[in-house]
């Protein structure tokens, strides 16, 4: 095994496309500084902003949300609960569990009492429940962090999230998505101020900071994101960063710096507040407004 390459004491990691080894403590500080400056260099916020993580009780939430307490920023989580079975309730648990151990506050809210939770939708909706669930998700992150008085939503999202998500993009030249694709999506519009402080770092790299700063984490996918195309192209992609490291890396950094811009410059977003909700919407009703409408209709329905 390598030497650390800061204190030379035995390495637990080598980082292939960073070209460093580190030792536990080093690979802690080297995770921790990264975070700080993707903070920075994106300027995504201060020690002056209320921050809301959203945390699935997953490797990756919690692991930003760790960081960003150590790193002195004042960040409470936010949890919706899914509904999911198992998986939703042991999700809450570790999540609830972490909140303590920090000492900070960590909002809940149910789907099932603001909507339906997602199995059920999924039977009523016939669409792939993540398309429902991502809806939902961005929906209520939104309201609950207006609500709560938080100026910033920070999500999880890592490298290889957000790499396969511009490969599906890419491929089929999503023009709409890709000029939303950043690491930063401004406030206004009645938006609060989106970020993804992991997006320069990989699962892997996420998972072993995880591990090693003793986070109890979900070690489950959610059941219903099985057979997602966003799986096939991570394998993909992590198949050529076997053979060429850094490529990852390359494909969302020269994104970001060569094609973005060009994009942005034809941003027009046209938003209004929904009629129903007052929520942000580019047509008269936001989607959830409209599933709502569809489940009371539904509702109907079965009774009569
Ligand atoms: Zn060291
Ligand atoms: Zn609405």
Same mark, same amino acid.
């Given at each position: ?249 390359? =494909?969302?950094?020269? =994104? ?49």
């Amino acid at each position: 095994m390598k030497r650390c390459a800061k204190c030379s004491q035995k390495a637990v990691v080598y980082l292939p496309h960073h070209r460093i080894a580190l030792c536990k403590e080093h690979y802690i500080e080297w995770f921790e500084r990264r975070v700080e400056r993707t903070i920075r260099e994106f300027r995504m916020f201060s020690k002056e902003d209320r921050v809301l993580v959203a945390v699935s009780g997953g490797k990756d939430s919690l692991s930003l949300w760790h960081a960003l307490h150590k790193l002195g920023y004042q960040a409470d989580g936010l949890y919706i609960n899914l509904g999911i079975g198992e998986y939703s309730k042991l999700s809450e648990e570790k999540a609830k569990k972490f909140a303590q151990g920090l000492g900070r506050t960590l909002h809940v809210i149910r789907l099932k009492d603001l909507v339906e939770d997602i199995p059920t939708l999924k039977e009523i909706e016939k669409r792939p429940a993540c398309s429902v669930c991502g809806n939902l998700k961005r929906y209520y992150m939104n309201k609950s962090a207006k609500e709560l008085g938080f100026s910033v939503i920070a999500t999880g999202h890592n490298l290889d999230d957000e790499s396969a998500t511009l490969m599906g993009n890419v491929l089929s030249w999503n023009l709409g998505y890709l000029r939303r694709q950043y690491p930063v999506l401004k406030e206004g519009n009645g938006f609060v101020k989106k970020v993804k402080p992991l997006c320069l770092i990989t699962e892997k790299e996420s998972a072993l900071y995880a591990l090693l700063s003793g986070i109890d984490f979900v070690e489950e996918e959610c059941p219903y994101s099985v057979g997602a195309s966003s799986i096939e192209y991570k394998l993909l992609l992590s198949q050529i960063e076997e053979r060429s490291p850094g490529t990852k890396l390359r =494909f969302y950094l020269e =994104f970001l710096r060569k094609v973005q811009p060009l994009l942005r410059r034809e941003e027009k977003l046209e938003l209004k507040p929904c009629s129903i909700c007052g929520e942000p919407t580019s047509g008269d009703v936001c989607t959830v407004c409209r599933l709502k409408q569809r489940l009371t209709l539904s509702e109907k329905g079965q009774g009569s």
